[in-house]
C-alpha cells in the first residue's frame, strides 16, 4: 500500500463541484486547520 504522506498533495488544496441543477459543493481537506 502506498505510504500517503510521500505523495505529492499540496495542503491548501480543496474543490468546488458543481451540477446542471445549478448546486453547489465546497470541500476543504480534512486534515489541514481551519481559517
Do not use: H, W
Given at each position: 500500500?502506498t505510504?500517503v504522506?510521500?505523495?505529492?498533495?499540496?495542503?491548501?488544496?480543496?474543490?468546488?463541484?458543481?451540477?446542471?441543477?445549478?448546486?453547489?459543493?465546497?470541500?476543504?481537506?480534512?486534515?489541514?486547520?481551519?481559517?
Amino acid at each position: 500500500m502506498t505510504d500517503v504522506s510521500t505523495l505529492p498533495y499540496r495542503p491548501c488544496a480543496g474543490i468546488m463541484l458543481m451540477n446542471a441543477d445549478g448546486k453547489i459543493f465546497v470541500g476543504q481537506r480534512n486534515d489541514s486547520p481551519l481559517e
